[in-house]
């Protein structure tokens, strides 16, 4: 007898066991011989090794329909287990590239919604940096948050590193109270609440203090490499365009980064440029510039 374990965190539980394991039940009148438990976000199964790599194709093309639905119908989980529906998910794809991108603590999903963010989604796929430059309340920070944490929890990369220029607007660091992360906490804010929204916070805890996640200004990024992470760079239209370099050139091997920044809320001092600013312009006439 053969065991086997099968991760549900991509998608949202509840919708796939059903309600009061409604399609948990069709998934064991299927596969009458094994041994199926749910236990929290995981399946575990257990019997004769032929009818758990059945049953594991299976699960793994309801997952797909999931992740890219974020809901599917008892009768379509019975449809899917009845056959091979491959062709069916796959022509899905096509007609439905909203893909849910993460599911948050209570099962809200969490998707592409505008133009825009559904183009960061797609060049994210194809590039390994990206520019988000846009208007403020435009979800670049969120997308580019929720396109981090889904990387993590499909295992494409090890660590998430979420950086932002500690640049003060109008005010100065040094007559805030507390010591240096409590100074520095409130400039980061955005990017733990979009973290809340996506991850429990006990797994969440457990995340920051391994340093699975790691929150950190611009400066403490200077003489790392990152390998394997998703790395975000947050309001980047204040860090200077040496600050800029010194951040691209901290991408190790098999790393992302997304670099988002606002060009019309610059907070540098007169007399220091917006590194972003320079970047843009260079790479103005490049084919697969967002705002082409």
Same mark, same amino acid.
């Given at each position: ?9 991509? @998608? ?58 974020? $809901?599917? &119908? ?25 893909? @849910?991108? !993460?599911?948050?603590? $209570? ?12 183009? *960061? ?20 920070? %969120? &997308?580019? @948050?929720?396109?981090? !944490? ?14 932002? =220029?500690? !640049? ?17 906490? =409130? ?12 991850? =429990? ?6 995340? *920051?203090?391994?340093? @699975? ?6 400066? %403490? *990024? ?7 992470? %998703? ?17 691209? &050139? ?15 809320? !610059?907070?540098?001092?007169? $007399? ?16 697969? $510039?967002?705002?082409?």
């Amino acid at each position: 007898m053969t065991e086997t374990i099968i991760n549900l965190e991509s @998608v949202n539980p509840l919708e796939f066991f059903g309600v009061n394991n409604g399609k948990l039940d069709i998934l064991k009148k299927k596969f009458p011989l094994l041994k199926i438990l749910s236990r929290g976000t995981q399946i575990k199964i257990s019997g004769a090794p032929e009818q758990i790599d059945i049953a594991r194709e299976k699960i793994g093309l309801l997952i797909q329909y999931l992740e890219r639905n974020g $809901n599917v &119908t008892e009768s379509y989980f019975e449809q899917i287990l009845g056959g091979d529906d491959q062709e069916t998910v796959d022509n899905f794809k096509e007609r439905h590239p909203n893909e @849910v991108l !993460v599911y948050g603590p $209570n099962g809200k999903s969490i998707r592409a919604r505008t133009a825009n963010q559904k183009k *960061m989604v797609s060049m994210t796929d194809r590039n390994d940096i990206i520019f988000a430059i846009g208007p403020a309340g435009t979800g670049k920070t %969120y &997308t580019a @948050v929720a396109l981090a !944490v889904r990387a993590l929890k499909n295992k494409l990369v090890k660590k998430i590193i979420l950086t932002r =220029p500690a !640049v003060e607007a109008g005010e100065s660091l040094g007559f805030l109270p507390g010591d240096l992360k409590e100074k520095i906490d =409130p400039y980061l804010r955005p990017l733990y609440d979009a973290l809340d929204d996506m991850i =429990p916070a006990d797994k969440l805890g457990y995340y *920051m203090s391994t340093r @699975v996640i790691e929150i950190a200004p611009l400066a %403490y *990024m200077r003489g790392r490499t990152l390998d394997h992470a %998703y790395i975000i760079l947050d309001e980047a239209q204040n860090a200077t365009d040496l600050q800029l370099k010194m951040f691209l &050139t901290r991408i190790g091997a098999n790393a992302k980064a997304i670099i988002t920044g606002d060009l019309s809320q !610059v907070d540098l001092p007169k $007399n220091q440029r917006s590194g972003l600013d320079k970047a843009s312009r260079i790479l103005k006439n490049n084919k697969d $510039n967002p705002h082409a």
